[in-house]
C-alpha cells in the first residue's frame, strides 16, 4: 500500500526481473549522467555493469568516491576524473535534490569522504553550499577545533 491507501503496481519484465522503482531509477540516471558528462568514469563503468550484471549506483559510487579522492590527491590516472569536474557536478546534482539521485550522493559520496587523518582529507573543503550543508549534517564537529586544542 502507498500512503494514500492505493496499491501500487510492480511491473516485472519478461525475464522475470522487477522493474526498478523512481528512486532506484534516478540512482542509475545520475550515474548514466555523471560517465556522459564527467570524462574518466567510463572504464569504471563499463567493469561495474560487466560485475554486477546491472548498475548498483551506491555501489559504483565507492569508485567515485576513491577516484576523486585520488585525482584531488594528484594521484589519479591522466585519464582519469577531474576532481573539480566531479564536485561541480555533483553539486548541481544535490541542488536539484532528486529523490534517489541525492540519496546516493549523501550516504555513497559526501559519507564516505575521508576523515581528518586519512589522505585525501582537505577535499570537503572544495564542496559547494549545498554538498556542504549536508556534510555538515553527517559530520557536524567538521571545523570545530580538537578538544584540549587552545588551551
Avoid at 526498478?20 to 556522459?36: H, I, P, W, Y
Avoid at 576523486?68 to 535534490?97: C, H, I, K, M, Q
Avoid at 581528518?116 to 577545533?145: D, I, N, S
Wanted: net charge negative; hydrophobic share 35%.
Amino acid at each position: 500500500m502507498t500512503p494514500d491507501g492505493s496499491e501500487k503496481r510492480v511491473e516485472y519484465k519478461a525475464d522475470g526481473t522487477g522493474g526498478a522503482d523512481e528512486k532506484d531509477a534516478a540512482g542509475v540516471r545520475l550515474v548514466e549522467d555523471l560517465v556522459s558528462q564527467v570524462p574518466g568514469f567510463e572504464d569504471a563503468y563499463e567493469c561495474h555493469v560487466f560485475n554486477e550484471h546491472e548498475v548498483l549506483s551506491y555501489l559504483f559510487f565507492w569508485d567515485v568516491v576513491q577516484d576523486t579522492v585520488r585525482s584531488y590527491l594528484g594521484e589519479g590516472d591522466a585519464d582519469g576524473p577531474d576532481w573539480l569536474r566531479v564536485l561541480a557536478f555533483l553539486e548541481e546534482e544535490t541542488s536539484r535534490r532528486v529523490p534517489g539521485a541525492f540519496e546516493v550522493i549523501v550516504t555513497s559520496f559526501l559519507y564516505n569522504l575521508p576523515y581528518e587523518g586519512q589522505p585525501g582529507y582537505g577535499v570537503e573543503a572544495h564542496l559547494g553550499p549545498a554538498m556542504k550543508e549536508k556534510y555538515l549534517q553527517l559530520r557536524p564537529w567538521y571545523g570545530a577545533e580538537p578538544s584540549g586544542a587552545g588551551a
